[in-house]
């Protein structure tokens, strides 16, 4: 395990956490650089002995020396932004290995992956399919392409993760693929490379995974009877995490899931995932400001806010909160919403935990490796927190802490 606790006080690995926020300050994001080969190894194994490709998706956790993380292990990267490529290109990542993804790609951002020499952009919609045809002929090349197929799958995930039935924003309809496929083929700026999906996030069950891998696997056949042969099948992410004491399953069943459904297939494999690699590598560390006893409700104030982690404010998610001390020898037990200093009722970071906290004792608020950071923001004009990478007994400052003269920085008064 990455957070364990060694002589009473919570450890990344074999670093004190009280260690981290002594050098850092709080709030501080700290990932351990283990758990993310950990997760991408499992991965990685469960795949051993076929052409498959693990495309960690950057939107989780872009840090650069994350993403260098997995440059070094040999991962792929599922990007969706021009932003995402630098970043890619930044941290020494193979081009050669990205796909990307997302409905909304500009000119800009599509010319930019063909100049970078991407393995594949992923195509939602019939407009974008002829954009990619137009700027790929001016520049004289064939882009590789995939559509993002709609299989009408639900994951069962929360509606704001869910990205795979029919209403969905996400995708080309499943009834219209083949029709985009044949009319992809005779483009002469267009070079068919594979078919992809990604049906939500957060899945608990493999089920949705493996049926929606199945009506992938359908269309292929089809595709094959009409004289298209792809070279990849891209069968996204979404694989959840147990962020409390939720059934949760293995990565191995939806990796073996999916692979039975695919049986003598001959394409190569591509897995995207993103929480599942970075989700349990990360945790928020805090400094509690005030023990507040109420009438109603006990709270503890905290310096990290939802600007730091928006998932319980926009999910109600749930993460584990832990004392960085074990015991704090002044605490004072009770049940305690954990709160920031936002004026939003919506910035609580946790409800009704038995905790025994004290004002200057410090709180890791657990499972936060993905779309913590990532979805931070300046609100309420708070610098976003420092990140902190852990291996071994060595701490790197991934980011430092931003500074409030930078959030001024780009604003001017008009003089008029
Ligand atoms: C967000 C996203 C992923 C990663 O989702 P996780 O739930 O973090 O695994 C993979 N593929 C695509 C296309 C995505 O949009």
Redesign the pocket.
């Known amino acids: 395990m990455a957070f364990t606790y060694r002589g009473g006080v919570l450890c990344a690995e074999e670093v004190s956490l009280e260690d981290v926020a002594r050098q850092f300050g709080t709030p501080c994001y700290v990932y351990s650089r283990a758990a993310i080969e950990r997760a991408y190894r499992e991965y990685a194994d469960e795949l051993a002995g076929r052409p498959s490709l693990v495309c960690y ?1 950057v ?2 956790n872009s840090n650069l020396a994350v993403l260098s993380v997995m440059a070094q292990l040999g991962a792929g990267f ?1 990007i ?1 932004s021009g932003g995402e490529l630098a970043r890619v290109i930044a941290a020494g990542g193979d081009l050669a290995k990205v796909v990307f ?2 409905i909304g790609k500009s000119e800009i951002e599509i010319r930019d992956a063909l100049q970078a020499g991407v393995l594949s952009i ?1 195509l939602e919609s019939e407009q974008e399919l002829a954009r990619v045809n137009g700027i790929a002929i001016g520049m004289g090349k064939r882009a590789p392409v995939a559509f ?1 197929v709609n299989p009408d799958v639900d994951a069962k995930t929360h509606p704001y ?1 869910s ?1 795979g039935l029919k209403q969905s924003k ?1 995708g080309i309809a499943y009834a219209d693929a083949e029709r985009l496929y044949r009319e992809a083929a005779r483009l002469p700026g267009i070079r068919l490379t594979g078919i ?1 999906c ?1 049906i ?4 608990n069950d493999s089920a949705p995974f493996v049926a929606a891998t199945q009506r992938i696997v359908a269309l292929l056949v089809r595709l094959e009877q009409a004289g298209i042969a792809l070279a990849h099948i891209d069968l ?5 995490i147990r962020y409390k004491d939720e059934a949760q399953a293995p990565i191995a069943a939806f990796v073996h899931g999916a692979l039975d459904a695919l049986g003598q297939r001959k394409e190569k494999v591509l897995l ?6 970075v ?1 349990n590598a990360g945790i928020l560390l805090t400094r509690v400001e005030y023990v507040k006893p109420g009438e109603a409700k006990n709270f503890v104030v905290v310096d990290a806010a939802m600007n730091d982690l928006l998932r319980p404010a926009l999910y109600d998610a749930w993460h584990e909160i832990r004392q960085v001390r074990e015991t704090e020898s002044d605490g004072l037990a009770g049940v305690y919403d954990v709160v920031g200093p936002i004026c939003e009722s919506a910035d609580f970071l946790a409800r009704e935990r038995k905790l025994a906290p004290r004002p200057g004792g410090l709180l890791a608020i657990m499972s936060a490796g ?2 913590g950071m990532a979805m931070s923001s300046n609100y309420n004009t708070r610098p976003r927190p420092a990140e902190v990478l852990v291996s071994g007994g060595e701490m790197h400052l991934a980011r430092r802490r931003e500074t409030t003269q930078e959030l001024l920085a780009l604003e001017t008064i008009p003089q008029w």
């Open positions: 998706s939107k989780a599922d969706v993804s997302g992923n993002r993760i990205t996400f992809g990604h939500g996030s957060l899945m996204g992410g979404g694989m959840g995207d995932p993103g929480r599942s690699i989700g993905a779309y």
